[in-house]
């Protein structure tokens, strides 16, 4: 079948935001095949062009999260650089920015006015806690959302404080989420000639992770008391993480598979056991079952060798996979879940691939990232038609801003 052209080609992207929420919804925006131009504010840009390992002036941080996206600098302090993000919005379909509340709307950039100047405009606003209610005016970052949404107290051992994952779990899931619905509101636009405005937080899209407790707690308010269970899961048995001779394994066994484990373990009478029979049952004896399990696996020279035991009976079980493990792992290779780009400073850099496939379409490779305002030019004369003597004017007034220092490398892909 042959590839369709990109399916957000013509979708222009004005990109104020920064970190990483707004950012990876402006990213699969391009991916995608929307025209995505990032703002950037000062010579120094994103703050995350600082983070992570830094080569030949780019961070594999900014790269990750900024890739396949144009670079606009512009000094939005200035009353002519301000004005040119006045002329660029009747020109854009989307807005993305993920400022404290309020700030865009200070720098004179906020919904009412920019609607003003394009109707049809649709804009998303992503922060920690939204833009209404009293939590609003909260700045902050990922964990913040966690620990509101009652999704950090819940992380940990029993005995123990919540924990702080490695990850950016609610960032990256907002902007996905973010990306989601500035598509469904352009598909709405397109029905009904009106844009709209989008308020995405981290603390709704933690909140939404919930997927057992909330109603449970409210059709029984007081009667559960509901706590961290370390590597177990708190509903069900065996269900959870198992130490093995040299790592550890996931064990998530449902009631009509608990004979197929007591078969992979040679103990089929297991399954009849009266600590073990129902799921509550298990339950109940947990820690019984998880030490009886453990010796179990302690029996195999490894990991990888219990894993194909278990999986000879179909239980469902998976080892525990360290990052360099699973970045090497075929099957994510094949997918490009984990995908290679060439990273000026870096060479060959391994980077998280999209989250979901399409039949018809092909995302980019060849994957780039600019330095502040790199794509000055190339921007305001695709976009705004401008000459190069306005834009020298530009850069005369102050309004456009760009990076100090521009590699060989970057010199040589601009000629």
Not at 11 to 37: K, M, N, Q, W
Not at 229 to 246: E, K, L
Not at 259 to 282: H, I, N, Q, S, Y
Not at 328 to 339: F, I, K, N, S
């Amino acid at each position: 079948m042959t590839k369709q052209e990109p399916m957000l080609q013509g979708v222009r992207v004005l990109d104020f935001s920064h970190y990483v929420a707004g950012p990876t919804c402006t990213r699969i925006l391009a991916e995608l095949g929307a025209y995505v131009i990032k703002i950037e504010r000062s010579p120094e840009g994103d703050h995350v062009r600082r983070l992570g390992l830094m080569a030949d002036g780019i961070s594999t941080y900014y790269f990750q999260h900024n890739h396949t996206k144009r670079s606009l600098g512009v000094d939005v302090r200035c009353a002519a650089g301000l004005e040119l993000l006045y002329r660029l919005v009747p020109k854009v379909d989307v807005v993305v920015e993920n400022f404290a509340p309020g700030v865009i709307g200070a720098i004179g950039l906020g919904y009412e006015k920019l609607s003003a100047l394009n109707p049809r405009l649709v804009m998303c606003s992503i922060s920690v806690a939204g833009q209404s209610g009293p939590l609003s005016h909260k700045p902050g970052y990922d964990y913040i959302g966690a620990a509101y949404a009652g999704v950090a107290d819940l992380l940990g051992e029993p005995d123990r404080p919540p924990i702080v994952p490695t990850m950016a779990i609610g960032d990256i899931s907002t902007g996905v989420a973010a990306a989601m619905a500035v598509g469904m509101a352009l598909f709405n636009r397109e029905r009904t000639g009106h844009g709209q405005l989008i308020d995405a937080s981290l603390l709704d899209t933690y909140f939404h992770m919930h997927e057992f407790m909330v109603p449970v707690l409210s059709a029984r308010p007081g009667r559960y008391q509901w706590q961290r269970s370390g590597s177990q899961h708190p509903t069900a048995s065996p269900y959870g993480i198992y130490r093995c001779r040299n790592g550890y394994l996931l064990l998530i066994v449902q009631q009509h598979e608990m004979e197929r484990l007591a078969r992979a373990m040679g103990t089929p009478e297991l399954a009849k056991d009266p600590r073990f029979v129902t799921p509550k049952a298990r339950l109940k004896n947990n820690q019984a079952l998880k030490e009886i399990i453990e010796r179990w696996l302690d029996g195999f020279a490894d990991r990888d060798a219990a894993v194909a035991a278990l999986e000879a009976e179909r239980v469902p079980c998976a080892p525990v996979l360290g990052l360099e493990e699973a970045m090497a792992l075929p099957h994510l290779r094949q997918r490009g879940t984990v995908r290679r780009a060439d990273c000026p400073g870096f060479g060959e850099l391994g980077l998280p691939g999209m989250p979901v496939r399409f039949s018809n379409y092909a995302y980019p490779t060849g994957l780039k990232v600019s330095r502040v305002g790199e794509d000055n030019e190339v921007v305001l004369r695709e976009i705004l038609e401008l000459s190069q003597t306005e834009i020298a004017g530009l850069y005369d007034s102050g309004a456009l801003l760009r990076a100090a220092v521009v590699s060989e490398s970057q010199k040589a892909r601009r000629a």
